[in-house]
């Protein structure tokens, strides 16, 4: 069981920066893939970006590259979600969530965090 908890949103004007943090219980990151997700008010879930167990391999989805960056620190049992030039369109509430091997479908995911809402206004 990986217990999985959010923290860093908020409310950013638009072309502002936001660090989203995950951190992990009871099971130690560095065993798992790590993504973080995200669903806006009637939209289904987005993939935004993930991290591979060792942290070194990434993943990000094309409508954020270039401004969000997954890192991962497995000694502090820790995963980031740096983002920049903040976008109205990021409004959502953010998940982070732990799978044994990569993919980019949320289904594949086995534990996910609370969520935490980040709000960008134009």
């Known amino acids: 069981q990986v217990q999985l908890v959010e923290s860093g949103g908020g409310l950013v004007q638009a072309g502002g920066s936001l660090r989203l943090s995950c951190a992990a219980s009871?099971?130690?990151?560095?065993?798992?893939?790590v993504g973080w997700f995200r669903q806006a008010p009637g939209k289904e879930r987005e993939f935004v970006a993930a991290v591979s167990l060792s942290g070194s391999t990434k993943w990000t989805a094309d409508s954020v590259k270039g401004r969000f960056t997954i890192s991962k620190d497995n000694a502090k049992n820790m995963v980031y979600l740096q983002m920049n030039s903040l976008k109205a369109d990021d409004t959502a509430v953010y998940y982070c969530?732990?799978?044994?091997?990569?993919?980019?479908?949320?289904?594949?995911?086995?534990?996910w965090g609370q969520g935490t809402q980040v709000t960008v206004s134009s």
């Open positions: 009871q099971r130690t990151l560095s065993s798992y893939v």
């Open positions: 969530a732990a799978a044994r091997s990569w993919s980019p479908r949320g289904a594949e995911y086995d534990y």
